[in-house]
């Protein structure tokens, strides 16, 4: 069955680094396009970056352009997303999301909440 | 950016009785629309895409509909484990993919 276990999250202070990992499982990781998406403590859920099933395209929400990079190794079939320059507003509890064939997300990961404070 | 309005915020219903719950997008996203279920301290789960199709798994008891701007997820006749958050999400004009603010479905 296809798993999704994010790993990295933690407390980190403003204007430091982190970054996440999912280890993937179940499908075959070079067919698909992946996904993160973040949730504030009690709110809705943001769409943070996409990465295409070659890592050749990239796509990111415009809060986190600039600053946070995805990036994946089909060969270790992880997904990765490096975060610099946090701040308060990223802190969320960050899922990875494997694409559906036209971009809906059919499997979530239990997600790693990230706290930006000082 | 495509803006997706969901309406109630909060819907009290009692177990067996019927649900609607209505997303609206600020343009068109054609049926490019999918729902999905999220219950406390756990992630979501897909339940519809293409506006209309079931995922894997999905009761049956579980509907969409619409195109274009206005769509329904219908739970036809609510099951405890249906108590829930529920959120849409375009995917027809992205970046970014864009989510509503979701219905949360509560015991009347």
């Known amino acids: 069955q296809v798993q999704l276990v994010e790993s990295g999250g933690g407390v980190v202070q403003p204007g430091r680094s982190l970054r996440l990992s999912c280890a993937a499982s179940g499908f075959t990781f070079g067919s698909y396009a992946l996904h993160w998406v973040r949730q504030t403590p009690g709110k809705g859920l943001e769409w943070v970056a996409l990465i295409s099933f070659d890592g050749s395209n990239k796509y990111y929400a415009d809060s986190v352009k600039g600053r946070f990079t995805i990036s994946r190794d089909n060969s270790k079939n992880t997904l990765y997303l490096q975060m610099n320059s946090l701040r308060a507003e990223d802190t969320a509890v960050y899922y990875c999301?494997?694409?559906?064939?036209?971009?809906?997300?059919?499997?979530w990961g239990q997600g790693t909440l990230v706290t930006v404070s000082s | 950016e495509i803006v997706m309005t969901q309406s109630p915020a909060t819907l009290s219903v009692s177990p067996g009785e019927r649900a609607t719950l209505s997303c609206r997008a600020s343009q068109s996203v054609s049926s490019n629309l999918a729902w999905y279920q999220q219950k406390p301290g756990q992630a979501p789960r897909l339940l519809i895409y293409?506006?209309?199709a079931r995922a894997t798994g999905v009761p049956d008891r579980f509907s969409g509909t619409g195109s274009g701007t206005e769509f329904t997820l219908t739970i036809s006749s609510l099951q405890s484990e249906d108590f829930a958050v529920y959120y849409c999400?375009?995917?027809?004009?992205?970046?970014?993919?864009?989510f509503g603010g979701g219905t949360k479905v509560e015991i009347k």
């Open positions: 999400q375009q995917y027809n004009n992205w970046p970014p993919l864009t």
């Open positions: 999301a494997k694409s559906c064939g036209s971009y809906c997300l059919d499997y």
């Open positions: 293409g506006a209309s």
